[in-house]
């Protein structure tokens, strides 16, 4: 899938109602370490709504609408797979290219934000317990059940118009969305 510029992915959020689906599967999903639970997949889907009604309203609230919807891009890229790591089973006779670390986003509750979960990819696909105690859960990758262990959760906090109190520290002022371990 070729990337779209901002106006772009926007215009075509305006003119498709399955823009979710493509943007869960070619943008934001599994080959990209991301995947979202049905309420987070509901929270996204409610946020890119809003951000469409206001992209429609025009004037300063069309390009408020671009930023957001940017920021919110950026934000997932950082929360997404940097590495990819190539798995064999030799009794099937494939290798799957399929990534290293990915984040579990569902919704939180709070306005426009996530909770995730972050799992990193396990040796061995037969373990129910990763040795530190953690849990390890499966995902559907390129057609085959891999094997992940949790590592870490944190937010995906929104800080922009519209959300009220987050009750978070910052070092800095977030555009509109902030990630918190």
Known sequence: MQEHT???LMLELCGSRYIMN???KAEFGVKKGLVFSESGMARLENTLGIIQGLYLA???TKDLSLRMLEDLRNQFSQLGCR???D???WSKRYTLSVPNT???LYDDGTPFGWSFSVFSLVNDPDCKVAIDGNKVKQFRVAGENITY???YNGGLLYYGPFGGDTFSVNIDTPRFWS???
Do not use: K, Q
């Open 58 to 60: 025009g004037g300063d």
């Open 6 to 8: 901002t106006e772009e």
């Open 87 to 89: 798995i064999s089973d």
């Open 179 to 181: 990630v918190h371990t």
């Open 22 to 24: 493509r943007l869960n």
């Open 102 to 104: 990915i984040c579990d």
């Open 149 to 151: 262990r949790f590592v």
């Open 83 to 85: 590495t990819m790591m």
